[in-house]
């Protein structure tokens, strides 16, 4: 297929076995700036998910024979074609997802570049003991088919997180996007036909029913999930019945330590995009700002007056925009119950507060809250939208207390001069990664992961590769 053939904005089907396929019942895909329905998708019925597992299984026998170097090259292929239809990509994901550009364009060439980057890694055979009469291997064997499962706030980059070290380590995987966000899936798994062989990457959508026929799938040997722990812990359940493998990434609570020794209007504007990145529709978001006493007020100004002077909430593909709108319906109902629930307990806004329901798209204001208590659910829980209570902290060891004081351990971050304490305090931290003076940093070569309830396993470096594969240990007596 010429890639210029590809029509990234219309005709949406899906990929099973290297067909494009439709369906008779279709979903509707919805902008979330206008509300409109924009795009109908196929709804995989049962038959045709057991077509793509069937796929799956028989091209797994042979991908996994194909060596490594070619299984890398057809990554790093499909990472320069997405580089090629980036355009395309930018403007389709901010039309089902809702992202302004600027976060569009950081997520399609993020996945490009994570598609290179993981076309790079290798696990190499171990040599673990070798003498006259005996040697010990231990090599990395592709663990089958996958099935990756995938949230709507940032829909192609965790699905290539997942495919590319699968393909890499030799597995064959099907996708299945979030019913809310299926489109930028559907054809990054359509232009890739031409860089794998039929059935080695699938695409699926429809419903959550799909999910659950993965999990419990005998013929799906691993689940790559991100998303919400509350269905992480429903993947874990219906994995157990065929001892699967499981990859969570799950939900957050972030914790923000603002030391003492801060320019309140220096980090303003780092804290504002901790907290606001995707409209905090982020795992990674700074979901609580522990700000020391002693700078409280002098930050808790400067973001007021970064917020007011800087963000504009609105539609997406308008220049203009800051921040988008929330993308679904059921996640905008969610976020107004902590609105509903801050008022209703008398915490005081100093930002926002008001979400106008008859406005065209699911908007809502960047809101902080002015400390409220810490059992408020604004603090423990994830709000998953731009709301975020300011807390004040006076004791090290107490605010490192706060800090973990939550089922979640996905990130932290923590904001200050002094190196020493910055690192004191990192190390106490109950996170998967803590970010000091900055945040929201990844790569391709560093290990991504919750802590307790934030999830099982890691995604990226090759501990993720690793989580492709089954180690397998070989032993030879000479003679
Ligand atoms: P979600 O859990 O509702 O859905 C995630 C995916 O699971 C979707 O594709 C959905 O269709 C599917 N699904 C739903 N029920 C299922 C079931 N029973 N079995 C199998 N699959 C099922 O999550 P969401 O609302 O799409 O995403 C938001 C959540 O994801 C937040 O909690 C956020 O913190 C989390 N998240 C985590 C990370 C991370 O890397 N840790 C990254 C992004 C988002």
Redesign the pocket.
């Known amino acids: 297929m010429e890639l210029s053939m590809l029509k990234i904005t219309s005709d949406f089907s899906m990929t099973i076995n290297g067909e494009s396929v439709r369906t008779q019942s279709t979903l509707p895909v919805q902008n979330p700036a206008n509300k409109s329905v924009f795009a109908e998708v196929p709804d995989c019925g049962r038959e045709l998910f057991e077509e793509a597992v069937k796929g799956a299984r028989a091209a797994f026998t042979k991908w996994r024979r194909v060596p490594w170097e070619q299984r890398q090259a057809a990554v790093l292929a499909l990472g320069n074609a997405l580089e090629q239809h980036a355009e395309e990509f930018i403007e389709l994901l901010t039309r089902e997802q809702g992202k302004p550009r600027a976060g569009a364009e950081w997520e399609i060439f993020g996945s490009a570049a994570w598609l290179k980057g993981i076309a790079a890694q290798r696990l190499e055979d171990e040599l673990v003991f070798e003498d006259e009469q005996r040697k010990v291997i231990t090599r990395y064997t592709p663990i089958g088919v996958v099935g990756a499962?995938?949230?709507?706030?940032?829909p192609l980059l965790?699905a290539v997180?997942k495919i590319a070290p699968a393909l890499v380590a030799g597995c064959t995987v099907i996708v299945?996007?979030?019913?809310?966000t299926p489109l930028c899936d559907l054809k990054f798994v359509e232009l890739a036909k031409q860089f794998l062989p039929p059935g080695v990457l699938s695409c699926v959508t429809g419903?959550?029913?799909?999910?659950?026929w993965?999990?419990a799938s005998p013929d799906i040997d691993k689940?790559a999930?991100?998303?919400?722990?509350?269905?992480?812990r429903?993947?874990m359940r219906?994995a157990a019945d065929t001892i699967k493998r499981v990859t969570?990434?799950?939900?957050?609570n972030d914790p923000a330590i603002v030391l003492p020794d801060v320019d309140p209007k220096e980090v303003a504007p780092k804290l504002f995009w901790a907290a606001f990145q995707n409209n905090a529709?982020?795992?990674?978001a700074a979901k609580r700002l522990y700000i020391h006493e002693s700078v409280y007020d002098e930050v808790k100004t400067a973001l007021v007056e970064f917020i007011t002077d800087n963000v504009v909430v609105g539609d997406g593909a308008q220049p203009q925009t800051t921040l988008g709108p929330i993308q679904n319906k059921?996640?905008f109902d969610k976020v107004k119950e902590y609105f509903a629930d801050c008022k209703s307990n008398g915490y005081e806004f100093l930002v926002g507060g008001e979400i106008d329901d008859a406005a065209d798209g699911w908007f809502v204001p960047v809101t902080l809250v002015d400390n409220p208590p810490e059992s408020s659910r604004i603090v423990q829980e994830?709000p998953?939208g731009p709301i975020l209570p300011l807390l004040k902290w006076s004791d090290e060891d107490d605010v490192i207390a706060r800090a973990n004081d939550t089922i979640f351990g996905?990130g932290a971050s923590v904001w200050g001069a002094d190196t020493d304490a910055l690192q004191r305090i990192a190390e106490q931290l109950e996170a998967g990664t803590v970010w000091l003076n900055e945040v929201h940093m990844y790569s391709p070569n560093q290990a991504?992961?919750?802590h307790k309830q934030?999830?099982l396993g890691c995604?990226n470096s090759l501990h993720g590769l690793a989580e492709y594969t089954n180690w397998q240990t070989i032993t030879l007596r000479k003679s």
């Open positions: 499962i995938v949230p709507w706030n940032f965790l997180w299945k996007p979030s019913p809310y419903g959550d029913d799909l999910g659950r993965m999990t689940i999930f991100t998303g919400s722990t509350e269905t992480g429903h993947v219906s969570l990434e799950l939900g957050g529709q982020f795992c990674n059921m996640q994830e998953f996905l991504f992961g919750g934030s999830g995604e």
